[in-house]
Every structure is written in C-alpha cells, then in structure tokens.
C-alpha cells in the first residue's frame, strides 16, 4: 500500500485529443491543427510516462463561470460556416464544441489534480483561452480556459488560494480582468511589451480586496531565457512563496521562443525548462506537488516541439527539482531594468 501510494503521488496526467484538431481556419492562419501535431511529435519519446485523462465537454454552467449568458447564446446562433469573431479570432462548424472540450479539460485535469488524484499534467488543449473576456472572443481564444478551471477550483471548494502564471509572450488580458478583485487568486504574467493586447503595464496590481494579487511582469523584445529564468528566481518565485497556494496553475505560451513568427523574444528550450522547474519546484513546496499546465500560444513547430518535451521533462518525477548551477542567473543591468518595473 505504501508503494502503491508513493506511485500515485508521482502521476503526471496528460490530455490530447484528436478532436482539439476539428477547430480549423483560414488557410496560413497561425493557430491550426498542425500545432498539436508539432507538439505530440516533440513528446512522443515521453508518453508513456505519464497517465492519459480523458477529454470531456464543458456544461453551461461551468462555461458561464466566467462568460455572459449572452455571449454563450450568441455563439450558439452563429451559422457553421467560417467566419470571424475577431479580426484574429475564427469560427468553423466545430469550433463551439472544440471550444467546449478545451474548458472541460482544464476543469477535468485540475480537479483531479487539486483532490490528489494525480500530483500535476498538462493540458495540450486548443483553441487557447487567456485573452477571452467575459463578454467576447479575443486573440484566437474563444472561452477563457484557465480562467473557469480556476473559478471551477474555488466553487467546488476543490481550492482557496490559487497562483496563475502566465508565461505566453501576450499578456493574458481576459485571465487579469476576472480575477483583479479577488484577494484569493494571485495572477502573474511575464509578457513583451509594450505589445498585443496593450495591458499588462506594471501598475496594473489588482483593485479593492484585490489589490496586490496581480503581478505583471512586462519584458522589452529580445530576452532570453537569461531573463525569463531571472525574473522566475527574482520576482515570481518570492511572490508565489509568499502567496502559499493551494495550487498552482500555468498558462503555458510557447511564442517566446526565438523561432515563433508573432513575437521578437529569444527564449529557448532551456528557458522553459528552467522555468517549469522552477514553479515545480515550488510546487513540490507549497502545495504537494499540485501544478498543472496549460496550453495557450506558440506558433512554430520548433517552438512547439522543443518547448512541448522540455516543460513535460521538468514536471517528469526523474527531474531534478531545482535549476542546474549552469542555469542560476546572476542580476545584470538588463534584469535589473525589468525588476525594477515591478517593485
């Protein structure tokens, strides 16, 4: 029983479905199937590693957690033919129900994660979600996946206290507005700026009860992972400690990577591995281990390969739980710049 117990605690879930790729544009546009296939090609070696969870439906319920009633019906009466919800944002016959297993998934695999079933995993889900608003899809994202889970967590009382990282290179407008009142829902973002959406300033820290449960940490173009992995140790890291979640949860952009056609960062695999690291790490502290991970950008297969296999290694039970000397970032001027902005 012992043994058997020590084992569970280390499960790592994951969920891929193939219906996630029934969710499809106009031809050339970034977000498309094809990033999943990039994504299952870069874990392939490492599948059998880790537990599958089964992908389910969203209820309207759960959906209108964070969305109108009005903006759900509106999306049920749109015709199945493609058109545009945005002018980045498209719609195809399957995109409601696509929309729909994205949520359902986050819900299912945090759930499962916040009353120990399994001790972390990802969610290689799309349409992302983190730029979605209560009222309207933005930014490729239709419902605010990550944004319902966590609301999910609280209702269900599954959780009290939850951290929100967002390390997509857009900030993460949509996940912000929910929570910017809430004392019990810390959300952090590193995100270049000044870019798309526009917010994310570091005066933007929460209002009311709220203040102070929002950390955005917004980056020049061109940093690295020296940067990323600094402001993780610097800012992130002492901000989630002192937080002391229950649980915490990440939205997992792989588009600051030096290869990803939308943005001008220069991060790189060991970038997100540290990263991954460093928040399992403090997982591992904090809350029992409980993390999980969810997909949002990243539009280039090499971004998506490379960071897929190395946010899945670092969450992995053989990985070593903290950054190795050769990854420890030491302040230089450029870093001391972006922390500057946050304090």
Request: proline letters at 5%.
């Amino acid at each position: 029983m012992e043994i058997f117990q020590m084992i569970k605690e280390r499960d790592i879930g994951i969920v891929l479905d193939e219906r996630f790729k029934l969710h499809k544009g106009p031809t050339g546009h970034p977000e498309n199937p094809n990033r999943l296939i990039e994504i299952e090609a870069g874990i392939k070696e490492l599948q059998g590693k880790v537990t599958a969870i089964e992908a389910r439906l969203a209820q309207d319920s759960e959906i209108l957690f964070v969305h109108s009633p009005n903006y759900l019906k509106k999306l049920k009466e749109l015709p199945a033919n493609s058109l545009k919800l945005d002018q980045d944002t498209y719609w195809c016959k399957n995109s409601l129900q696509v929309a729909r297993l994205a949520v359902g998934s986050a819900i299912e695999l945090t759930q499962k994660i916040a009353e120990g079933d399994i001790r972390s995993g990802l969610s290689f889900s799309r349409p992302p979600g983190h730029h979605a608003e209560e009222e309207k899809a933005m930014g490729f994202c239709i419902f605010n996946n990550i944004a319902i889970a966590a609301e999910n967590l609280h209702r269900s009382k599954a959780a009290e206290r939850i951290v929100i990282v967002d390390w997509d290179v857009h900030h993460g407008n949509g996940t912000q507005h929910h929570f910017e009142g809430d004392p019990n829902t810390l959300y952090i973002s590193t995100h270049q700026f000044p870019f798309y959406p526009g917010t994310g300033s570091a005066s933007e820290k929460g209002f009311g009860k709220g203040e102070g449960a929002t950390l955005n940490v917004p980056m020049p173009p061109n940093c690295g992972e020296k940067e990323y992995i600094g402001v993780f140790q610097h800012v992130i890291e002492p901000a989630i400690r002192k937080f002391a979640p229950d649980i915490i949860l990440a939205s997992c952009g792989f588009d600051s990577h030096f290869s990803d056609p939308l943005a001008q960062m220069e991060n790189t695999a060991t970038g997100f591995k540290g990263m991954t690291l460093i928040i399992r790490a403090l997982a591992d502290e904090l809350c029992g281990g409980r993390l999980a991970i969810l997909l949002e950008g990243g539009y280039s297969a090499k971004a998506l390969q490379e960071g897929g296999k190395a946010v899945l290694e670092a969450i992995l039970p053989a990985s070593v739980d903290q950054l190795p000397e050769t990854q420890a970032v030491e302040v230089n001027s450029r870093l001391e710049k972006i922390l500057g902005q946050t304090n």
